[in-house]
Nanobody, 124 residues
């Protein structure tokens, strides 16, 4: 079992920045990949960034490359998402998720545990 709690969301202006955090508890954090997802109203949930268990490999959706940075601190059982140059289209609920199984961290459906989400709203 893994419990995930996101924080750091909020209301920001276009061009602003946020740092989202996801604190994990339960199963050994350093043994599994983590991902950040988002879901806007009326849209499907999408993977925006993922990171391997060691942090040595990362993935970004094309829409966020150059603006989002995923990182993890295994000593603190926390994964982060630094979001810069925010745009109104980044408005969504952001979720972190853990991939405890053996699937690809590029695949949304491989993730086993999810947080409750944190709202990010970007005003124009």
């Amino acid at each position: 079992q893994v419990q995930l709690v996101e924080s750091g969301g909020g209301l920001v202006q276009t061009g602003g920045s946020l740092r989202l955090s996801c604190a994990a508890s339960g199963r050994s954090f350093s043994s599994y990949p983590m991902g950040w997802f988002r879901q806007a109203p009326g849209k499907e949930r999408e993977l925006v960034a993922a990171i391997s268990w060691s942090g040595g490999s990362t993935y970004y959706a094309d829409s966020v490359k150059g603006r989002f940075t995923i990182s993890r601190d295994n000593a603190k059982n926390t994964v982060y998402l630094q979001i810069n140059s925010l745009k109104p289209e980044d408005t969504a609920v952001y979720y972190c998720a853990a991939l405890v199984g053996s699937g690809s961290f590029h695949d949304l459906y491989e993730y086993d545990y999810w947080g409750q989400g944190t709202q990010v709203t970007v005003s124009s």
